[in-house]
């Protein structure tokens, strides 16, 4: 399975909490009807007013963050519902993802909830208004972590650690089918789904941006690596991007934590069993279907009690050693290094044939 790939879990523990900020807009227009208590209204009217204030996009470098779930509230804003802010403020500017990537991965009897601009219109119309308190809650989320700021820092320190340029186009929004998480198509068509409830949105812009830039990066060597579809490939690709999300928090936060955001119970389990762990997925190394213990433990069950994913951890360990080995900054050579070369200079199987 590619690294750009349809669903990226942040964090399944993720709790939802549920709070309300909506307004009963139709009561204030019926005189008949109780009146909505003002706090309800001034907290409504702070949000637009906070949206209005969300860039439409930002931009460093190479890499441009479309915040589109900001036009997607604001068209509910005033009555009649906006459906020409949908189309221009929220289609046109990623409209590659919405047609040929949502358009494509959801099938025939989804793409023209995609592709088309009625298609686009018709969910939207729908989507916040069945949905106003999660995504109102979504929004004031997002808003909290001071958006704008988080997204460029991150970027501009991305840039000052990676020799290689990343291009992409990121968008930020809502989906009337959630499927992508933070991921995607292509460079180009990626996505960060806010109503995709299995997401920490707080985490996942904070400290997963890191982790998918550097896959941005070295998804472009992989392509060009004859053994780049390899079970280890994935692995040496999903362990480096977490690798350099340690690396990039200066390593003030645990391995643990860089990798899927684990519990230290989480590593340990991984810990007590990684000399069976390599010995039994090295025999799916070199298998290029995607469908192996390694990629897919959650579906094949090799591991049936594994907190976590193996070819997360498993990579991010054979990285850690390469490390180890070659010196505190060797890091950056996994760019340009086959996913076998990166095995065998890490002396990771001799470690483990030492256990």
């Known amino acids: 399975m590619s690294r750009i790939a349809l669903v990226l879990i942040l964090n399944p523990f ?27 209204v001034d907290k409504e009217a702070e949000v637009y007013r906070r949206l209005e204030s969300v860039p439409d996009s930002v931009r460093v470098g190479e890499i ?24 221009e403020k929220v289609y046109q500017p990623h409209q590659a993802l919405w047609d ?3 358009g494509a991965i959801f099938g025939d009897e989804n793409a023209s909830k995609f592709n088309t601009p009625a298609g686009m219109i018709q969910w939207n119309k729908t989507l916040y208004r069945d949905n106003k308190a999660f995504m109102d809650h979504r929004v004031s989320e997002i808003l909290k972590i001071t958006l704008d700021k988080t997204l460029r820092d991150n970027l501009v320190k991305f840039e000052q650690m990676v020799p290689y340029r990343p291009k992409a186009r990121i968008s930020i929004l809502f989906t009337p089918i959630t499927g992508i998480g933070f991921g995607g198509c292509n460079a180009e068509q990626f996505a960060f789904e806010l109503n995709n409830k299995i997401l920490d949105v707080q985490y996942a812009v904070e400290k997963g941006l890191p982790h998918e830039l550097n896959h941005l990066v070295y998804e472009k060597f992989r392509r060009n690596d004859a053994e780049g579809t ?22 003030k936060i645990t391995e643990y934590e860089a990798v899927e955001n684990m519990t230290q ?18 025999l799916y190394f070199s298998d290029t279907s995607g469908n192996n213990p390694l990629l897919r433990n959650d579906k094949l069950k090799l591991f049936p009690d594994a907190p976590k994913t193996l070819n997360y951890w498993l ?34 199987e001799s470690y483990i044939q030492k256990i």
């Not at 993720?14 to 005189?31: C, D, E, P, Q, R």
């Not at 810990?271 to 997925?281: A, D, G, P, S, Y």
């Not at 390469?322 to 010196?327: D, L």
């Open 14 to 40: 993720y709790t939802m909490k549920k709070i309300i900020v909506s307004a009963l807009i139709t009561s204030i227009l019926t005189s008949c009807s109780p009146k909505v208590p003002a706090v309800f």
């Open 64 to 87: 441009t963050i479309l915040n589109l779930f900001k036009n997607q509230i604001l068209a509910h804003r005033n009555v009649p519902y906006d459906s020409v802010r949908i189309v």
């Open 100 to 102: 040929d990537c949502y």
């Open 230 to 251: 390899t079970a280890l490939s994935q692995a040496i690709d999903e362990g480096f991007a977490c690798y350099f999300t340690y690396v990039f928090f200066d390593k």
């Open 265 to 282: 119970a989480d590593w340990d389990w991984f810990l007590k069993h990684e000399k069976e762990i390599f010995t039994k997925v090295k």
């Open 315 to 348: 990579g991010f360990r054979i990285v850690s050693k390469y490390v180890e080995k070659h010196g505190a900054n060797s890091w950056r050579d996994i760019y340009t290094l086959k996913a076998t070369e990166v095995l065998e200079r890490s002396g990771y």
